[in-house]
């Protein structure tokens, strides 16, 4: 065999985290189709092939490993089927032997699902360990939903590992955690409770997870799911059990049982500041389980050395990307080679600490399949430099503008319809589709726009919804959802902001801010931003959802009357400047007026075949408007004004398809002013 270079790299292995049921824990005669949640668990990098190269020498053939099954008896009693996987010789390089890797499963998988990526990784030079968590395969006891019982269960699981460096070789000061939903959560949680180790990677995770379940009263498809497994995918302790019954009732006191109990010794983010373990935490934006928001709460508090990534990340039901996958290679490669290999090896890698904290990717236009693309970005502070606020109100004429309405005593109603006793067990069985779901729940909806967006806005960060409104129910709920338009109609969702009023006064008017799911996202110039206001949240374009909505419906009668009032209206975060100038954004019903002649640049320029012109006159103004199109030979081709005008801003549309392409001109005469401007229209 010919000695070589042997290039390092990282490549991501799938690895699904199947998380099926089918029937339900109560008496019902139907099927539940069953749910798989995937995360892609990073490859580490081949630490033999490594070290090999380093000191010259070619091996013939990876290093043979050892399996050992076992089970690890707990402080309750309660036993934890396990597996570890080491080389069969000692670590010719590293005195204190292999790097140690714990992986830990998402909910409701087991350890076989990860034993053939772990004797991989075994291969490649390390000491590796996995287990099912209690509840959940082979393992004892009874599931307590991701929460300090198994953190516990994994800090003795560490110390079981610390003391096994006998027999296997492994370096017991140098281990790290990783996984991605319950498996990046245990560690981080474990973490911030006190367990030390060496490094951790939380994936698709979050400090403020099952708040996040029932975050603004509104109840996740994705906790019903979870809590409803069959006994072969997790056993539950008798709480969570009886969370299902409370999801599905009506009743104020089922919601308040479940507000209660369920953040109870779950949620870690007040101890998230005790973790000294350095960690790379990710999220992605469209997590169909936690908002991102949990996470980006977390980032003042934390003290140990971090990195972020906010974006496309596999695993519940969010958007991919190839070109994020391929990013992701040398982000986890450094991360692993900074922590876990000595640093006489990588010296260039001591600064890794003082790069860029926070990496995010953007989605935007255009469309890959049905997934968003997605532009790389990075920053070494949060939020990033320039980060702002634009506000839209919403108006009469289902327009959302950055001036308030003029007549705030205007109304927007949303009706939410159930017939005869259609109830939550019955439209969950009938997943939101069908007879008996059409016949018996009415969705109803009213869509708002913006005007075209001059130039292109970077969302980054969390929408939040400012609401006046009155409910003549106890109980009602409010779903807006975040849309871009592009310039040929092509809309899809970017973001939601969902509402579950639980305590209202029935017609009594009151005022509510609302936190939305965090996201970064670029709206381009020449689209229209789309929010619909709507009783059932349903995404079509994502197949994890299917005809299922994000949030459970309320199953009551209501009436929402939203006022358009200076406290309707949404504030987007963006960073740079607001696309829309006062010119832009005030002339479909604004409430300020003009204070001078202007005439601006038509947009889009170039177009085809259609685009707007739009102009200013003062309040002073009084007379007839005058606005022509000519072509390059002085020829005028259209009259798009020829009559008496207000003060305030206009916008006319012109359609050019019957002209050929070419250099336009269009003149405006207004009294003594006028003035004229060049467009250019491109077949």
Known sequence: MMKSKIKIYTFIIAALLVASFVGSTFAQDFVKHSRTESYRMPQLPNLIQILDAKHNVVRDNPLST???????????????????????????????????????????????????????????????????????GNSGGLSNLISRTEAQDLIEFVNYVKKDKPVTGGDTANVLIMGGSQGGMLPYMAASMGM????????????????????????????????????????????????????????????????????????????VANNKVPI??????????????????????????????????TGHGGDTSPTEDTWHMNFFNEWFLYWLFPSTYYPDLGNLLTRPKFHYASTTFPVNGNMWSFKHDSSAVFPPAGSTTMRLYFNTNK????????????????????????????????????????????????????????????????????????????VSQMNYQIYEVSSTGVAKLVSTINYTDRKATVNSRKQVTIKGNSHAHIFSAGSKIRVIMTNLDQRWNYAFLNTNPFVLPVMTNFTNTMYLSSNSYIDFPIIGAAPFSPLASMEDGGAVTAI???????????????????????????????????????????TLVNQKMNAGFHSVAFDGSKLSSGIYFYKISAGSYSDVKKMTLIK
């Open 596 to 638: 001078k002649f202007e005439l601006t640049q038509n947009y889009p320029n170039p177009f085809n075949p259609t685009t707007n012109i739009k102009f200013s006159l003062p309040e002073s103004f009084a007379g007839n408007v005058m606005l022509k199109v000519f072509d390059i030979t002085g020829k005028e081709v259209a």
């Open 280 to 313: 790379v935490l990710e999220n992605s934006w469209q997590d169909m389980f936690f908002n991102c928001l949990g996470n980006i709460n977390g980032i003042p508090l934390m003290t140990a050395p971090s990195r972020y990534y906010f974006g496309a990340v």
């Open 66 to 136: 050892i399996k050992q099954d076992f089970f690890l008896k707990l402080r309750d009693s309660v036993q934890l089927d396990a597996s570890k996987f080491y080389p069969n010789v000692a670590n010719p390089y590293l005195p204190n032997g292999y790097p140690v890797v714990i992986m830990v499963h998402g909910y409701g998988d087991r350890k076989e699902t990860l034993e053939n990526f772990a004797q991989a990784q075994a291969n490649y030079g390390y000491v590796v360990y996995t287990f099912s968590v209690r509840g959940q």
């Open 399 to 474: 327009k959302l503008l950055k001036t308030v309405n003029s007549n705030q005593s205007q109304t927007n109603t949303l009706t939410n319809t159930i017939k005869g006793s259609y109830t939550m067990t019955q439209i969950v069985a009938d997943e939101f589709k069908g007879s008996r779901f059409t016949t018996n729940f009415k969705k109803d909806s009213t869509i708002f726009e913006s005007n075209v967006l001059p130039t292109s806005m970077k969302m980054f960060g969390t929408p939040n919804l400012k609401l006046d409104y009155m409910s003549n129910a106890i």
């Open 196 to 271: 030390n180790v060496r490094a951790i990677i939380s994936a698709v995770a979050s400090p403020e997870f099952a708040s996040s379940w029932i975050e603004n009263g509104s109840i996740k498809m994705s906790l019903l799911w979870t809590i409803e497994y069959t006994p072969d995918t997790a056993r539950y302790n008798a709480q969570v059990d009886r969370m299902s019954t409370w999801v599905y009732s009506n009743s104020r006191d089922k919601w308040d049982s479940l507000a209660k109990y369920l953040p109870l010794n779950r949620d870690f983010n007040t101890i």
